[in-house]
């Protein structure tokens, strides 16, 4: 399809494994964008990249959280030492646009990938 | 920083009544604003956006929102909802001051329509 796409949909993990989600963003896409939905919280953004380079990463909560984009198209957001804190639904957007003053440079985001940490 | 507050986790309406969703910001620059909606296991999706000019802003699905800027609000509101407009409301706002189009949320309102 054209959209975003994510994978693994559902993800179940036992505590202390590592996990790898991955986001396919919209073909040509310039900005990828990784945000964290705790159960009944909006999302949080996490991490910034414009093609290949990560821009911003301040949201990551901790430095089990890493994310990459080799090649300025999927990304994967790998998460080490998963914790019980870790379950939530981690969305991926994308925006055909990158840099400053774009407002209208809207952001499709993907279905999520659901991750229970048990 | 900027920061967004939707007063109401969850609105219950009958189908065919009105209703509104309330949306209030803070920030010290310039912001603009945008209403998401997301159906259960699925992503979100784009209702509408202000980004300058009219501060009534109509999007699909038949909503709209009016951005005032003296009360820092972006109601959402639509004259007539469907069963089909249940789902999971969010506000958000972007400030240009991060260089990027960083989108903070709100927590969400929950629109519950019933027959």
């Known amino acids: 399809g054209a959209g975003v796409s994510q994978s693994p949909r559902y993800k179940v993990a036992k505590r202390g494994q590592d996990v790898a989600l991955r986001c396919d963003p919209i073909?040509?896409?310039?900005?990828l964008f990784w945000y964290q939905q705790a159960l009944g919280q909006g999302p949080e953004f996490l991490t910034y990249f414009q093609n290949e380079a990560q821009l911003d990463k301040s949201g990551l909560p901790s430095d089990r959280f890493f994310a990459e984009r080799p090649e300025g198209s999927v990304s994967t957001l790998k998460i080490q030492r998963t914790q019980q804190e870790d379950s939530a639904v981690y969305l991926c957007?994308?925006?055909?646009?990158?840099?400053?003053?774009?407002?209208?440079?809207?952001?499709?985001f993907g279905p999520g990938t659901r991750l229970t940490v048990l | 920083a900027q920061s967004v507050t939707q007063l109401d986790s969850q609105v219950p309406v009958f189908e065919e009544a009105p209703v509104e969703l309330r949306c209030n910001y803070s920030s010290s620059v310039s912001v603009y604003l945008f209403w998401y909606v997301q159906y259960p296991n699925q992503g979100l999706q784009l209702l509408l956006k202000?980004?300058?000019?009219?501060?009534l802003v109509k999007g699909i699905n038949g909503f709209e929102a009016e951005f005032n800027k003296s009360q820092t609000s972006f109601h959402l509101r639509k004259p007539s909802v469907h069963i089909s407009d249940t789902a999971e409301y969010f506000c958000a706002v972007i400030t240009m001051n991060t260089g990027f189009q960083k989108l903070v949320f709100g927590t969400g309102t929950r629109l519950l329509v019933s027959p």
């Open positions: 073909s040509g896409h310039v900005s």
């Open positions: 957007a994308s925006s055909s646009k990158g840099g400053i003053g774009l407002a209208d440079n809207e952001q499709f």
């Open positions: 202000y980004l300058s000019g009219s501060t």
